[in-house]
T-cell receptor, first 113, second 111 residues
Framework: DTAVSQTPKYLVTQMGNDKSIKCEQNLGHDTMYWYKQDSKKFLKIMFS???????INETVPNRFSPKSPDKAHLNLHINSLELGDSAVYFC????????????FGPGTRLTVT | GNSVTQMEGPVTLSEEAFLTINCTYTATGYPSLFWYVQYPGEGLQLLLKATKADDKGSNKGFEATYRKETTSFHLEKGSVQVSDSAVYFC??????????FGAGTRLFVKA
């Protein structure tokens, strides 16, 4: 059983399109995150939800909008895609009462052409 | 603000060599410290952690000791294997939900 899963694994699209990435965790965790990893492996937090409430909202373009329909799911919608959005996007989850160690999904490699 | 600095890579070693990846941090309060590993094409996974000063985290032959006096959490392994080739991230968490990650250090191990 995959603990944190993301779909799709690869996403190739053109500039200006709108796309979504889905994330699901079956660990029973109460907190979920989206990270962006650039080509140099630098990891940047984008958003975090705790019990469906947005608790971290870093400085990202408002073209990026997270949505958490329930504690097990956190989706990321991106409008008007730009070349600079090309990266690997990771979803992660943690349980606040267990030292916040995070479990990461396999990543979604987004390529904007 | 809180930050993590780790040695720049890549680090290239021969199999069975000793590994040290340096990590220092700046933080208010008493952070928890972590090492995560990212194998090629995968997400990060927790390697080890320490939640208070002088704690030693260990896993899969890797160790790191939480040193408050030097604000460090260096990763060590006595004998690396080719399968240890990966990117290693040092990270800290001080209150709240926001984990601060270092820039990552890529390790290559040659047979």
């Amino acid at each position: 059983d995959t603990a944190v899963s993301q779909t799709p694994k690869y996403l190739v699209t053109q500039m200006g399109n709108d796309k979504s990435i889905k994330c699901e965790q079956n660990l029973g965790h109460d907190t979920m995150y989206w990270y962006k990893q650039d080509s140099k492996k630098f990891l940047k937090i984008m958003f975090s939800y705790n019990n469906k409430e947005l608790i971290i909202n870093e400085t990202v373009p408002n073209r990026f909008s997270p949505k958490s329909p329930d504690k097990a799911h956190l989706n990321l919608h991106i409008n008007s895609l730009e070349l600079g959005d090309s990266a690997v996007y990771f979803c992660a989850s943690s349980q606040a009462s267990v030292s916040y160690e995070q479990y990461f999904g396999p990543g979604t490699r987004l390529t904007v052409t | 603000g809180n930050s993590v600095t780790q040695m720049e890579g890549p680090v290239t070693l021969s199999e069975e060599a000793f590994l040290t990846i340096n990590c220092t941090y700046t933080a208010t309060g008493y952070p928890s410290l972590f090492w995560y590993v990212q194998y090629p094409g995968e997400g990060l996974q927790l390697l080890l952690k320490a939640t208070k000063a002088d704690d030693k985290g260990s896993n899969k032959g890797f160790e790191a000791t939480y040193r408050k006096e030097t604000t460090s959490f260096h990763l060590e392994k006595g004998s690396v294997q080719v399968s240890d080739s990966a990117v290693y991230f040092c990270a800290l968490l001080t209150g709240g939900f926001k984990t601060i990650f270092g820039a990552g250090t890529r390790l290559f191990v040659k047979a």
